[in-house]
């Protein structure tokens, strides 16, 4: 029994001593020992994300990859597809190769079950023939958002798909035509800003997309004369800015446009009268070349809202009638040659009258009759050769703002 103490009280001391002698071996086992939990840490968070991430994807309705993230994430949802009802893969650099390569019939028609919205900007997609737009396009019956906008598409070919599209964005591509083939009936909104499309593709679309309530054709190849006889739809906006028209016929057979901006081209003189009631509201007509405007350009324009006329030619608007303008709120006429603001018509009719740019003009003189215009709250008329300001500008008492800075003055009215 001694014996048996004996021996373990020996070693007991030795592996104290060890201990004391060995500090060193003692610390790496420690630090071995942590290490080792902190790997099964981990590893085990790591698959707890994993899973979680699963979960989450599987539930989620909208997916939205942009930034280089589409072939990072795809193959963890993959398998949950037919859910998705808004996929976003924009800015990914992706071909119709490449996404292929992920992608394949099976998933792209998994894909097309419930989406609604596609959007598949700023990458470098080029061909519509390609079979993947085959399998994402035909017979889907769902998708009603589709964004293709700044990529490197050359023509469209459409077929029958898309029948139930509403809004469709390419903007941003190298499209030089635009024909298509008893597609894209329900279209509402259509944006082919920054293209090389001609007068053809215009007056295309405007007969043959009868649903179309906003199309948007800035900067493209439109020239000289556009002409809308024979046009046929319900357009409600038209956005024709940053091109070379030189002249625009019939623009009153769009009976339902209330919103028409041609600003940036190159419309010397609108001679054409309006002859029937329209609902237009906004036209943008600056930025042109404009030196005369016919007397009764505006005589039907009864629901007009806002003029911009801003950076013409014009050198006088005494002739033109507003009359029928009672609901016009903004007039922007600067950066023109006017010598006077006279027009009786204007001052006596369109009281709701708000904002009134006239600035970098060669204005000596403003008409008494300006202080009828109750309702306004801004007047710059900045850069001009005024002496003197009526007195019945005082009437004005909404005025908020009201520029004089580089004229003539002598005095302010009291």
Partial sequence: MYNQQQQQQNNFQSFFYNQQQNPMMNNLNRMSHIVKKIGQDQQQEDLNNNQQEQQEFSSFSELNFKFDEFLENFPKIKENLNIVTNFIISYNHLNED?????????????????????????????????????????????????????????????????????????????????????????????????????????????????????????????????????????????????????????????????????????????????????NLQVIYLHKNKINKLSDNIFKFFNKLKIITLQDNQLNDISNIDFTNCKELEELSLNNNQLNLFINNSLFNNCLKLKTLYLQNNKINKLDDLIGNLINLEEIDLFENQLKTIPKSIGNCLKLKRFCLDNNLLEELPR
């Fill in 98 to 278: 490449l996404f292929l390569e992920n992608c394949n019939e099976e998933k792209c028609l998994q894909l097309k079950e419930n989406c609604k919205t596609l959007q598949a900007s700023h990458s470098e997609f080029n061909n519509l023939n390609n079979q993947i737009w085959k399998y994402l396009f035909l017979e889907n019956l769902k998708l009603k958002n589709l964004d293709l906008s700044f990529n490197e598409f050359k023509e469209l070919n459409f077929e029958n798909y898309l029948i139930n599209l509403e809004k469709l964005n390419l903007e941003n591509n190298k499209l030089s035509s635009f024909y298509l083939n008893n597609s894209l009936q329900n279209l509402q909104q259509l944006n082919l800003n920054n293209n090389n499309l001609t007068n053809d593709s215009l007056i295309f679309i405007l007969n043959n997309l009868n649903n179309l309530k906003i199309l948007e054709m800035k900067n493209n190849n439109l020239k000289n004369t556009i002409s809308f006889e024979n046009t046929n739809c319900n357009l409600l906006e038209l956005y024709l800015d940053e091109n070379k028209i030189k002249k625009i016929i019939n623009l009153q057979k769009l009976k339902q446009l209330k919103k028409f901006t041609i600003s940036e081209n190159e419309l010397e003189e609108i001679d054409e009268e309006l002859n029937d009631e329209n």
